[in-house]
C-alpha cells in the first residue's frame, strides 16, 4: 500500500516506480495471507509455525515480513515446490523409502511497527469497501 502524489513521482525513476509497485504487490500478498489467518484462527486452534511452498516462498523478504506481521515463526523447505514434489510422490506410486524432510530455513518474527501500521490501513479500506458493497443495491 503506497501512496504517492504526482509532485512525488517526478523525483522518482521509473525504476524506483517499478520497485516499488512489486513491494506493493508482495506486501498485499502478506497482507491478504494474514487477514485470511485471523478469520481461520476464530474457527480453529491458533498455531504458532506457518510452513510455506512455492514460488513465492523463495522470497526471503516475502517470508520475513509474514513472520513479523503474524507474529509465527515461518518455516520454508529448500525444495519449495510442494506441488510438484507431491506429483512426482504419487507418480512413483507412493514409495515408502520416499525422503518427507528436506533442510528448512526459519523466519523469526521480529518487531515492525511500520508494517503493522500499513496493515492496519490497509485492513481498514479492506473493511470499508467490503461494507459498501454490502449496501449495494445494484450489486444484490
Given at each position: 500500500f503506497i501512496e504517492t502524489t504526482d509532485a512525488q513521482d517526478q523525483y522518482h525513476s521509473s525504476e524506483e516506480r517499478i520497485a516499488q509497485q512489486a513491494v506493493a504487490i508482495v506486501e498485499s500478498i502478506i497482507f491478504l495471507i494474514q487477514r485470511?489467518?485471523?478469520e481461520l484462527e476464530q474457527a480453529l486452534p491458533a498455531t504458532?509455525?506457518?510452513?510455506?511452498s512455492g514460488g513465492l516462498a523463495n522470497l526471503d523478504k516475502l517470508c520475513q515480513q509474514l513472520a513479523n506481521l503474524s507474529g509465527k515463526e515461518i518455516i520454508r523447505p529448500t525444495a519449495t515446490e510442494a506441488t510438484a514434489?507431491?506429483?512426482?510422490?504419487?507418480?512413483?506410486k507412493r514409495p515408502t523409502q520416499w525422503r518427507t524432510t528436506d533442510p528448512e530455513?526459519?523466519?523469526?518474527?521480529?518487531?515492525?511497527?511500520?508494517?503493522l501500521e500499513r496493515y492496519q490501513r490497509w485492513?481498514?479500506?479492506?473493511?470499508?469497501?467490503?461494507?459498501t458493497l454490502g449496501n449495494c443495491k445494484e450489486c444484490k
Open positions: 485470511n489467518l485471523e504458532t509455525t506457518l510452513r510455506v514434489r507431491g506429483l512426482a510422490y504419487l507418480t512413483a530455513q526459519r523466519f523469526t518474527p521480529q518487531p515492525a511497527a511500520k508494517l485492513r481498514t479500506i479492506l473493511e470499508n469497501e467490503i461494507e
